[in-house]
């Protein structure tokens, strides 16, 4: 009865979406405020139902209802019941009702939180939100149903796919969700602005922070996907360019460009057509990583691979959400157009410069992500876009970004002096190419593309600090002078200075784990000895251990250094029976300097006697990814607390009524 009360609050839900899709679009266009505010209700409805139907869903999986097709494909009654809430998102059906429950609470969020917004754009944004609802509740109930019953019943089920099984991935879904759709909610402010004709800094300013949100998310989600890989997969890498990280990295690109871009439209007037057109084309691309991972056109660790009429209606939906955005943008924008004048040598130039160097990352991903499908398309050829073109081409555009975003926050708006920047930065660079020499002194293999990278990383931090700390006099003012600067700036200023702090520890990170990583594999039996990175390493043997719903071959490995023992690692290998697949779970000794990194898989050939193929990895500076990643994270949340920020343009206080003369 629960799943049909939560099929039942689908239908429900779809029916207010399209209430909400035309009543307060048409109260906008007539001046009527009662249809502009029904949409304010009818979002509240709307996430309503689709929490009540995420909840049955949720109930059938909890208790193992099997009688529901999703349930049966994606759980089992011995799996751990934090893995068993985690399959309600799991399966197609699943994350597609996940992903609809994220678009309606962003709606609630701006019909709640949105009193300042004007009513006309709210109605509009809200009409333009609910257009998006339509197009996933009638997919999930026409083609995608979570409810489907089974006329038999199995005795249990299929079992979630053990890769799946992770706490760290249990949470990568919805984390990503939210930034994924949270850009809907940009959207459809950019596509009520067309609509409506008008961008100001009032609009920026009710944008920034739904963006914000957005970005954030994306970058927990990301951050905690490519952790997950790391040490769930048991190859030691945090990133394979595989299309469907590619498909999540895509929107984060242009949702940073996007950030700043609304800053210049706020502050300056500026970047107008910019700020809209970056906020189609970053939940574009977020529909069209949709569309990827679920037509069935490529498999990964991530995919679902699923019927082509899915993918067909994914298709058509994307074709009337780019196509009719695109159009309307070139028929409005145009007439947007405006704001402050700058010069090429100012902060608005250097935002500009920002911008375009994202949108060339982004079409160069794109390009890299998609070649391959249109090749096979066209003439039955399968080719794979790997790491080495992503080197060659992403990196090279990535590197003169880091060095204008050292420069960025020193430049003044509409007019800086470039020289005098560079003369504030004199040590910062002497001390950028020092550290420099220095790794390639200390670290002579590894391409010199590294080193510079590096040195760029080392300028970015020490410019960031150096900007900080001009703001609040640090050593140029009593130390208490200087605290209470720093309570008094503004939280989204503290934000900028983390995040770009982050930004830079992760390129430590990035650069260390890539080019001075050192890896063995051998065919390990008891007492096998290996050498890495001054580790002594010796393989004690393989016994069978098991787990709740799998059972597991963990191996020993005794670490030495200098002769001296360090500690023991226990990588494993599970196999799970109900699912037929296996898993390996790798081994890892953390600390800042650098991992190491130990798997096993299966027995090798039958000519090695039985040993098990065991993978060491060194890792150096790895670590850094993480923490620069929380540091962002940490950073946008700290500038979306900024008051500013989650008020909005207050709205213009009336005009105090003069006092009457006392008769």
């Known amino acids: 009865m629960i799943p049909e009360l939560g099929q039942f609050a689908l239908a429900l839900a779809l029916a207010v979406a399209l209430v909400q899709s035309v009543v307060p679009m048409l109260g906008a266009s007539r001046g009527n405020l009662v249809w502009m505010r029904s949409a304010q209700f009818t979002a509240l409805g709307q996430m309503v139902f689709v929490a009540g139907a995420f909840g049955a869903l949720m109930w059938a999986f909890v208790v193992s209802d099997f009688s529901v097709r999703n349930v049966a494909e994606n759980s089992h009654s011995l799996k751990p019941m934090l893995f068993k809430v985690a399959a309600t998102w799991g399966s197609h059906e699943g994350s597609l009702l996940l992903w609809t429950l994220i678009l309606t609470l962003f709606g609630a969020g701006v019909a709640v939180f949105g009193a300042n917004i004007p ?10 939100q609910a ?17 489907d019953r089974l006329m038999a019943a199995p005795v249990d089920g299929n079992d979630l796919n053990p890769l799946l099984q992770d706490v760290g991935l249990a949470m990568h879904p919805p984390l990503l969700y939210i930034g994924y759709v949270g850009f809907s909610i940009v959207f459809s402010f950019a596509v009520a602005a067309l609509i409506e004709g008008r961008v100001d800094a009032a609009w920026a300013r009710w944008v920034r922070p739904w963006t914000l949100a957005a970005w954030m998310s994306l970058t927990g989600g990301i951050a905690l996907g490519s952790w997950w890989a790391y040490y769930e997969l048991g190859w030691g890498g945090w990133w394979f360019w595989d299309p469907v990280e590619n498909v999540s990295f895509m929107p984060w690109l242009l949702g940073t460009a996007l950030l700043h871009s609304a800053i210049v439209t706020e502050k300056r007037g500026a970047f107008k057509s910019w700020t809209i057109l970056l906020a189609i084309l970053t939940f574009s691309l977020s529909l069209l990583g949709t569309f990827i991972v679920r037509s ?20 058509a939906l994307l074709a009337l959400s780019i196509g009719g955005s695109l159009t309307l943008y070139a028929v409005r924008a145009p007439a947007m157009e405006g704001g402050g004048l700058f010069a090429p040598i100012s902060r608005e130039g250097g935002l500009l ?10 079409g160069t991903v794109l390009f890299g992500t998609l070649y391959p499908l249109f090749l096979e398309a066209l003439t039955g050829d399968k080719i794979s876009v790997g790491p080495p073109f992503y080197n060659a081409s992403f990196v090279p555009i990535m590197l003169p970004l880091v060095f204008v975003m050292a420069l960025g926050p020193f430049l003044t708006w509409k007019r800086a002096d470039l020289r005098g920047v560079l003369q504030r930065l004199r040590a910062v660079a002497a001390i950028s190419v020092i550290g420099a020499l220095v790794v390639w002194y200390l670290v002579t293999k590894g391409p010199v593309l590294a080193v510079l990278a590096f040195g760029l990383g080392i300028w970015l931090f020490l410019a960031v600090l150096q900007e900080w700390g001009a703001k609040i006099k640090l050593f140029r ?9 720093a309570r008094n700036l503004p939280r989204a200023s503290h934000g900028m200075t983390l995040a770009h702090l982050g930004l830079a520890v992760c390129i430590f990170g990035f650069v260390g784990s890539s080019a001075w990583k050192e890896e063995v594999v051998v065919f390990a039996k008891p007492g096998t000895e290996v050498q890495i990175a001054g580790f002594d390493i010796t393989f004690e043997g393989v016994e069978q251990v098991p787990g709740p719903n799998y059972m597991a071959f963990r191996g020993t490995l005794v670490v030495m250094r200098d002769g001296d023992f360090v500690q023991n690692l226990y990588p494993e290998r599970r196999n799970y029976p109900v699912a037929r697949s296996q898993t390996t779970e790798s081994a890892i000794r953390h600390t800042l300097a650098g991992d190491l990194y130990a798997a096993i898989s299966e027995p090798a050939a039958e000519n090695t006697g039985n040993a098990w193929t065991l993978r060491i990895l060194y890792e150096p500076l790895v670590n850094f990814i993480w923490i620069g990643s929380f540091m962002l994270v940490l950073g946008g949340a700290l500038s979306l607390s900024d008051r500013r920020l989650r008020v909005g343009a207050p709205r213009r206080a009336k005009a105090p009524v003069a006092a009457q003369p006392a008769e």
Do not use: K
């Open 131 to 147: 257009w998006i609802s339509v197009g996933f509740l009638s997919f999930m109930l026409f083609t995608s149903n979570p409810f």
């Open 477 to 485: 003012a009593p130390l208490g002078e200087s605290l209470r600067r």
């Open 353 to 362: 410069v920002n911008n375009l160097l994202l949108a060339t990352a982004t």
């Open 296 to 315: 069935g056109l490529l498999t990964s660790v991530h995919a679902f691979a699923v019927d082509p009429e899915r993918g067909v209606y994914i298709l």
């Open 119 to 128: 009513h006309a754009l709210r109605a509009r944004t809200l009409s333009v």
